[in-house]
């Protein structure tokens, strides 16, 4: 049985195979969540991330890249970025999507059995936080359907409203195949 996990913390603490940095398009560090993986993580995943922009230009939006974790518990960073809320006019909700989904293929490429997300674009991006955490669940609840190697998903919320918003939201999640824990 697969399961979806929610956790009230810190993602740079977190031991799973790939944690989810919510980049920005340039790999090079930023605030928030990004900052906070940069910082941890040491000079090695910023080296990393240089080496993508010289081979590729960056990372655009909705798009996914992997590096090592560095100093982190995890065993690699996947990056992805999310867009910026723009009152919904610039197909920020599919943008959104792409993101938590190419993650995922990136986890399953790497045949990665488990994943740890934040909350992408809520905080200085800000898009609506019920409408973010909407699409993230969907996204995941879709892709666990069939994908193989994938088992566990953790969604790890550092602010009390996000995980408020999950812990509702998941507790509605009625299936036989997930299992929901730490609601």
């Known amino acids: 049985m697969k ?11 977190q031991k799973v195979d790939a944690i989810v940095n919510a980049a920005n398009t340039s790999l090079l560090g930023g605030g928030g969540v990004d900052g906070a993986i940069h910082r941890k993580g040491g000079e090695q995943i910023l080296a990393e991330c240089q080496k993508i922009r010289n081979k590729q230009g960056g990372c655009a ?5 992997i590096t090592t974790a560095g100093l982190l ?3 690699y960073v996947i990056h992805t970025v999310g867009p910026i809320w723009q009152d919904g ?11 938590y989904l190419n993650s ?15 909350n992408i674009s809520t ?10 955490s909407e699409i993230s669940i969907e996204t995941v609840l879709e892709f666990l359907e069939y994908n193989q190697y994938l088992q566990d998903i953790y969604f790890v919320c550092f602010d009390k409203e996000n995980f408020q918003i999950y812990q509702h939201l998941l507790s509605q999640i009625q299936t036989d195949k997930i299992q929901v824990l730490g609601l």
Do not use: W
């Open 3 to 13: 399961r979806i996990h929610l956790v009230y913390g810190d993602i740079t603490t």
């Open 61 to 65: 939006v909705g798009e996914a890249v």
């Open 73 to 75: 518990p995890s065993h």
């Open 89 to 99: 006019q610039a197909n920020e909700d599919q943008l959104l999507k792409k993101a």
């Open 104 to 118: 995922l293929k990136l986890a399953e490429k790497y045949q990665l059995s488990n994943i740890a997300f934040p």
């Open 123 to 132: 905080g200085v991006y800000h898009f609506p936080k019920v409408q973010a």
